[in-house]
């Protein structure tokens, strides 16, 4: 059965920085394409970033980039989200989420939109806040 577990959550001062992780399993780790979402209190849930299946493309929300950076060990079926400069407006639920991508596109490199993620992990609580 798949499964995402996400974990490195917690609470951190403006300008801190943690790293998230999302532990896959059940399923072939390297022909999914794995994204980072987040939902703050009475807000919609929004893309923060996705990976391609071999690690070789990335994508950034406008509000992360150059703070935060994603990768992936496929060895380890993990992948990472790291948070430098970490704002009080970071603060969120984030989830990681999974989309089985297509051979064409697992040579390509070529990510799946935002609303195609279709396998969620339970989520990890960040905190920004002094």
């Known amino acids: 059965q798949l499964q995402l577990v996400e974990s490195g959550g917690g609470l951190v001062q403006p300008g801190g920085s943690l790293r998230l992780s999302c532990a896959a399993s059940?399923?072939?780790?390297?022909?999914?394409?794995i994204g980072w979402f987040r939902q703050a209190p009475g807000k919609e849930r929004e893309g923060v970033s996705c990976?391609?299946?071999?690690?070789?493309?990335?994508n950034y929300a406008d509000s992360v980039k150059g703070r935060f950076t994603i990768s992936r060990d496929n060895a380890k079926n993990t992948v990472y989200l790291q948070m430098n400069s970490l704002r009080p407006e970071d603060t969120a639920v984030y989830y990681c989420a999974a989309k089985r991508i297509s051979f064409v596109k697992r040579v390509t490199g070529e990510l799946p939109a935002w609303n195609e993620y279709n396998y969620w992990g339970q989520g990890t609580q960040v905190t920004v806040s002094s």
């Open positions: 059940g399923f072939t780790f390297d022909y999914y394409a």
């Open positions: 990976i391609s299946s071999s690690g070789g493309n990335t």
